[in-house]
């Protein structure tokens, strides 16, 4: 048996019922990582030690009575996510050899909820692309093709689920950065509700924007790892302060009466030929359990792309504004003044892509352009989310296809436009704050995955994981 | 953001700095994308319509004046590129007189 297939719940089963121990099944997954990592490039850093030292320690908890949610299910983290002891570098030259000294509230949680840390994953840089070809530590490769990008900017996130090199992974998603991918890897990725997870040693990109999300293979597993991660946390001002439910109790095959809405915008021009297919079968399997599926109109959502990227270059520039090369990381040698110190560790230290992302988001709170940009963006940003409200005054949840067009080849990450694209339908749910998740449907012919995207109002993640695991359950 | 000058400007307030190929680059980039997004939201009229900064809230949080136990000091300096006597290390920022 290859335990580097099961899922979160079969995995706890089987070491509940002592078929299997922990040790085993994250010796099969570090396995599985020295053979498959040189090819796709999935993880920055591996916790080997770690995990041997950690599995007969929850072994032990565990048959000892210990109730542990999670108990030796094997996970990966972004290297966004500030891991305690553990080597977290954004996939920057800049972070090269930082090692945090506290631990993002995401970790502290799984850590406590018996989840065991594989390792780190690769992304694009800062969390600046949306193909993950923009690591200093170079690009990952899609599990599928490796021809292909695995999408971004959490690539390792997404390749490491869907190559069985970790059980689940968390990412982060400020226009897409986890759905994208896990339409491109064929997995199922969630980004939640603004607020609804703690953003606490998550290295900030675009604040306003980004969740932390699960990436897994199945929508139960989605629904357990929420479980987890979810929740009120004072450390970060912008955690919203309510209960949450139990997420494992939406896992029901039953959405008669759903109401599904469809936006005509998001079927036009440029949809490959077999997604729209793809949309229509899912619509079909939708209604025939009983859901009610209506068309629906979100105008301003074409302006959500022009929008996004203003706002997230300029949250990016402030954000990216405290790497100074003193208190950590990078630091460039032989500068003789303060000045020349921050100049030259930044210029070195920082990629091109991020150091153009800094510039444009400058130059768009400038304040020749603040007005025209930056201002614009924030009352474009007011109109797109009104229109979900509105929409979502009569429906329950929106669908969409997750992404334009399925994997697209490497080489191609130049044009910072063309590269937001692959972003276009995902994009709007964090601009006004939604939940969304994308799940796997089938491939093209080329046998890449097709991902089909639920977005949700806010907090309403139980509605999505219902309507998510019955459509898995029937197709 | 249209000539080299531009450019240096803002790279300056970034603390930033490129080679002249490099800013070539930006040159052409920036001017793309920027006409880009103007010729995108330009048409659409927002006149009367509040920007919207956050999703819910747009006031500070504070937390209770009360101390509470910080970090420690010497793992937090165990990053420190350049670290002298307990203090993160700077070149001399005030002339000797």
Redesign the interface.
């Known amino acids: 048996m290859d335990l580097t297939r099961l899922t979160i719940s079969e995995a706890l089963e089987k070491i509940k019922n002592k078929e299997i121990s922990i040790i085993e099944l994250v010796r099969s997954y570090l396995k599985q990582i020295e053979n498959l990592n040189k090819t796709i490039g999935a993880y920055i850093t591996v916790c080997r030690e770690d995990c041997e030292r950690m599995g007969p320690i929850l072994q032990e908890k565990l048959d000892c009575g210990e109730n542990i949610p999670l108990a030796g299910i094997p996970m990966a983290l972004s290297d966004n996510i500030i891991t305690r002891g553990v080597l977290t570098t954004c996939a920057s030259k800049m972070l090269h050899?930082?090692?945090p000294?506290?631990d993002s509230t995401v970790n502290e949680k799984l850590r406590h909820s018996g989840a065991i840390l594989l390792g780190k994953l690769n992304m694009d840089e800062f969390s600046i692309g949306s193909s993950n070809e923009n690591s200093y530590f170079g690009p990952v490769k899609n599990p599928w093709d490796p021809e292909r990008v695995p999408g971004g900017s959490c690539g390792g996130a997404a390749a490491a689920v869907a190559a069985n090199m970790a059980c689940f992974a968390l990412g982060s998603d400020a226009c897409g950065s986890v759905r994208q991918p896990s339409s491109f890897c064929g997995v199922v990725g969630l980004k939640p509700t603004?607020?609804l997870i703690s953003r606490y040693g998550l290295i900030a990109f675009a604040s306003?924007l980004e969740q932390i999300g699960p990436i897994t293979r199945t929508v139960e597993d989605c629904a357990i790892v929420l479980n987890a991660i979810a929740g009120y946390d004072?450390k970060d001002?912008?955690s919203?302060n309510i209960k949450h439910p139990d997420y494992t109790a939406f896992l029901k095959d039953n959405i008669k009466g759903l109401k599904i809405g469809l936006p005509k915008e998001y079927i036009e021009k440029g949809l490959q030929k077999e997604i729209k297919q793809k949309l229509c079968e899912a619509l079909t399997v939708f209604e025939s359990m009983g859901a009610v599926v209506e068309e629906i109109s979100i105008p301003m959502t074409?302006?959500a792309?022009?929008?996004y990227?203003?706002i997230a270059s300029a949250e990016a520039?402030s954000n990216l504004?405290r790497y100074?090369?003193?208190?950590?990381?990078?630091?460039a040698e032989d500068?003789?003044?303060?000045?020349?110190?921050?100049?030259?560790t930044?210029?070195e230290g920082?990629g091109?892509e991020v150091?153009?992302t800094?510039?444009?988001g400058?130059?768009f709170i400038?304040r020749n352009c603040y007005d025209?940009?930056y201002?614009?963006?924030?009352?474009?940003?007011?109109?797109i989310?009104e229109d979900f409200k509105k929409a979502f005054n009569d429906i329950d949840v929106i669908i969409t296809p997750t992404v334009p067009k399925t994997a697209f080849k490497t080489g191609r990450k130049d044009d910072?436009?063309q590269m937001c694209m692959s972003n276009i339908y995902t994009v709007s749910a964090n601009l006004?704050?939604l939940c969304a998740i994308s799940i796997p449907h089938g491939t093209d012919c080329n046998g890449l995955p097709v991902g089909l995207q639920l977005i949700g109002k806010?907090f309403d993640e139980g509605t999505l994981i219902r309507a998510a695991y019955a459509f898995e359950k029937n197709t | 953001m249209k000539n080299q000058q531009d450019i240096k400007h803002i790279a300056n307030l970034v603390n930033l700095s490129f080679s002249d190929s490099e800013v070539q680059k930006l040159i052409k980039d920036i001017k793309k994308v920027s006409q880009y997004l103007m010729d995108k939201l330009s048409c659409l009229d927002t006149e009367n319509i509040e920007p919207m900064e956050h999703i819910f809230h747009t006031a500070n949080i504070f937390r209770g004046d009360y101390s509470t136990d910080s970090l420690d000091r010497e793992g937090l300096l165990k990053n420190a590129p350049v670290k002298e006597n307990g203090y993160f290390a700077v070149p001399r920022i005030m002339d000797e007189n």
């Not at chain 1, 614009?376 to 109109?383: D, E, M």
């Open positions: 050899n930082f090692i000294q506290y603004y607020g306003s004072p001002s912008t919203a074409k302006y792309i022009p929008a990227y203003i520039s504004a100074d090369g003193i208190r950590y990381g990078y630091r500068c003789e003044s303060l000045e020349e110190l921050y100049k030259k930044r210029s920082f091109f150091k153009r800094i510039m444009l400058a130059y400038s025209s940009y201002k614009k963006a924030l009352k474009v940003r007011r109109l989310s910072p436009i006004a704050g806010p």
